[in-house]
C-alpha cells in the first residue's frame, strides 16, 4: 500500500544507454513531481505535472523527457545517459499544486558507469 | 544560488538530550518553511512547518522556531531518541515565473546515540 512507488530501486548502466524510472501514487493526487538529489546531496526539484500537464521544467537537459499517462503516474526516460547523470532519482506527489504537503517515493538509485 | 542553507553537516547528541538544527535563507520573500527527514534509503518525509506570521510551531517533541529578521530557523527535537537519527532538510517554497517549487537545504544527518 506504498502511497508513491518508484521502480527500479537501484539501477546500473553505461553511458550512452537509453533508460527509464516509472513512477506510480495511489494517493489520488494531482500533482506530481521528480526531484534530483546530486553527490553534492542537494535535493533539487527537475519537473512538476499537474494533472498531467507540465508545469515546472528546471532547466533540465532535454535528454530527461517525463511522461504523464494519466495523474497518477510521472515516469521518467533519459536519453543517451551520462556519467553526471548519476544520482538518486526522487519521484513525490502533492495534493494539488501550491502549499502542501509534498510526499516522496523511496527513490531510484541511478549509476552510470 | 543556494537560498537555503544548512551549514551544519552532522549532529551528533544524546539519548533525552535536546537536538538543535539550524537553518538560514537568503531569500527574504520566503514566507513559509518545512523541515523533511529523511532515513537512509528511503524518500523524505515531511516532519513540520512554520508560517512567517508565527515565530514558533509546536508538534510534540518537535518544535520550529523562526528569526525572521535573522533570517533563521530552527528545528528543537526533545527529548532526543535514537529513532530520530536521520538527515534532516530545511525547505522553503519558491515562486519563479508564475510557479512555485521547493527549496532545499544540503541537510544535516542527525545521529541519536543511546
Known amino acids: 500500500d506504498t502511497a508513491v512507488s518508484q521502480t527500479p530501486k537501484y539501477l546500473v548502466t553505461q553511458m550512452g544507454n537509453d533508460k527509464s524510472i516509472k513512477c506510480e501514487q495511489n494517493l489520488g493526487h494531482d500533482t506530481m513531481y521528480w526531484y534530483k538529489q546530486d553527490s553534492k546531496k542537494f535535493l533539487k526539484i527537475m519537473f512538476s505535472?499537474?494533472?498531467?500537464?507540465?508545469?515546472i521544467n528546471e532547466t533540465v537537459p532535454n535528454r530527461f523527457s517525463p511522461k504523464s499517462p494519466d495523474k497518477a503516474h510521472l515516469n521518467l526516460h533519459i536519453n543517451s545517459l551520462e556519467l553526471g547523470d548519476s544520482a538518486v532519482y526522487f519521484c513525490a506527489s502533492s495534493r494539488a499544486l501550491g502549499r502542501n504537503t509534498i510526499y516522496f517515493g523511496e527513490g531510484s538509485w541511478l549509476t552510470v558507469v | 544560488d543556494q537560498q537555503v542553507k544548512q551549514n551544519s553537516p552532522s549532529l551528533s547528541v544524546q539519548e533525552g538530550r535536546i537536538s538543535i538544527l539550524n537553518c538560514d535563507y537568503t531569500n527574504s520573500m520566503f514566507d513559509y518553511f518545512l523541515w523533511y527527514k529523511k532515513y537512509p534509503a528511503e524518500g523524505p518525509t515531511f516532519l513540520i512547518s512554520?508560517?512567517?506570521?508565527?515565530d514558533k510551531n509546536e508538534d510534540g517533541r518537535f518544535t520550529v522556531f523562526l528569526n525572521k529578521s535573522a533570517k533563521h530557523l530552527s528545528l528543537h527535537i526533545v527529548p532526543s531518541q535514537p529513532g530520530d537519527s536521520a538527515v534532516y532538510f530545511c525547505?522553503?517554497?519558491?515562486?519563479?515565473?508564475?510557479?512555485?517549487?521547493?527549496?532545499f537545504g544540503k541537510g544535516t544527518k542527525l545521529t541519536v546515540n543511546p
Open positions: 505535472y499537474n494533472n498531467k500537464e507540465l508545469i
Open positions: 525547505a522553503a517554497p519558491h515562486t519563479q515565473g508564475g510557479s512555485e517549487k521547493l527549496v
Open positions: 512554520i508560517s512567517s506570521i508565527k
